[in-house]
């Protein structure tokens, strides 16, 4: 009986380092994945549409920020070093879409309106790296020179990048064999 009861134990402490090892991976999962609000040293990015009067032979829609001047900034933060984003508490993942819907711009399944506060963790030289970047050297000239969007900086201590909150739907799954169960 004493030698069950020591075998039960040892089994125990090796289902304890198990349950832990596992914890640890699903806590790694979410992490990469958004679900975790993150805090940390970063910046905040606002981008805003013209003010400017619009000319009677332009389009009123390039004075208005769209699902393409976010996808530019978002997409040269990442280049930069980002290593989360989130744009008015929409956390920014893989499968994410930006789709412009009349004035608005849906984010994951949230109606965005202006300004749009993108909120940025990443390295001290986050700021250097993208301002200094062609593509959005580009997108300055552009958009915010050309048609007076307005774009603004918040070097911030702390950001907080909040959680993803959408659906996560499955698409494709298959089981991934265990290394005690590979011969």
Not at 116 to 135: F, H, K, M, N
């Amino acid at each position: 009986l004493r030698a069950q009861i020591g075998d039960a134990e040892a089994s125990a402490a090796g289902n304890d380092e198990l349950v832990r090892r596992l914890n640890d991976e699903l806590r790694e999962a979410r992490l990469v994945a958004g679900l975790v609000e993150l805090e940390g040293p970063g910046l905040v990015v606002r981008l805003d549409d013209s003010t400017q009067p619009v000319p009677p032979d332009v389009a009123a829609a390039d004075y208005l920020v769209s699902a393409n001047d976010l996808r530019d900034v978002l997409t040269e933060l990442w280049l930069a070093g980002a290593q989360a984003i989130s744009v008015n508490s929409e956390r920014i993942v893989a499968s994410t879409a930006l789709t412009d819907i009349g004035s608005s711009v849906l984010v994951n399944s949230s109606y965005l309106q202006p300004p749009y506060d993108i909120s940025v963790i990443g390295p001290p030289e986050l700021y250097d790296r993208l301002t200094t970047a062609a593509g959005f050297i580009d997108f300055t000239r552009t958009r915010v020179q050309g048609y007076g969007l307005q774009l603004g900086f918040v070097p911030a201590g702390d950001v907080v990048v909040a959680a993803y909150s959408g659906v996560i739907n499955l698409v494709q799954a298959r089981p991934v064999p265990s290394p005690a169960s590979a011969p």
